[in-house]
């Protein structure tokens, strides 16, 4: 189980590109990404998994219910995502000071240079089955942990929030740590907080036609570490949920 991004990117050279040259190329031929929702079967058989980015997660599977189903323009999508300051680490950085980041909200890695970018990518174009390529800004938000991702993206017909629900609703049947929410309510970070689940609220914009879909982790645990033990549950046969199914923080 590999926490890193080292394993996550199909492509050694894509991997350079963002990143640096890639010390073990021959074993990303047998690394799976880690996201069970959609790759369950393979992590089970797997030696080697790549748990998968934070803000990918909250994106993907906020998407992959309309990628699959061909529901959306797969070049129209933007992402609007914000994260707590432990999404860039334990590092002693001055930018991640308390009295840098207090009563502050700014955006980073603006204008398509955030390294998780061709994560995203790679995955939402395996679910829509072309390539693609997304608008996604990043913002650093005065709080400790919690990611919120905002998602927009044009229909490909005509669709109500009511049909989009039952389809998402339908899509994570049976996922213990993915939680559609009702028509009408959308996630919060503090009702994820220090827990595994993915909080998923959808909606169409009614005026402008657009699909809005908002996905809510927290990027220490369904972000990092609790995916991986859901992961780790997997490749050694255990129960999915074993070592998650806990209270999570809140309030």
Known sequence: MDLSADYRLRDAAVYGHWYEKHMNPELLKDAVYGIPELRRELIRQASLVANPGCYPTSVILGLAPLLSGKMVDPKSIIVDAKSGVSGAGRGAKVDNLYCE????????????????????????SLLAGSELAITFTPHLVPMDRGILSTIYTNPLGKVTTAELITLY????????????????????????????????????????????VVSAIDNLVKGASGQAVQNMNLMCGLPETLGLDFLPIFP
């Open 101 to 124: 980041v207090n009563e502050g909200f700014r955006a980073y890695g603006v204008g398509g240079t955030h390294r998780h970018i061709p994560e995203i990518e790679q995955e939402l």
């Open 169 to 212: 609703e339908a899509f994570y049947d049976g996922e213990p740590f993915v939680r559609v929410l009702p028509e009408g309510r959308f996630p919060s970070t503090a009702h994820v907080r220090g827990s595994n689940f993915c909080d998923i609220g959808v909606t169409v914009d009614e005026r402008t036609g657009r699909v809005i």
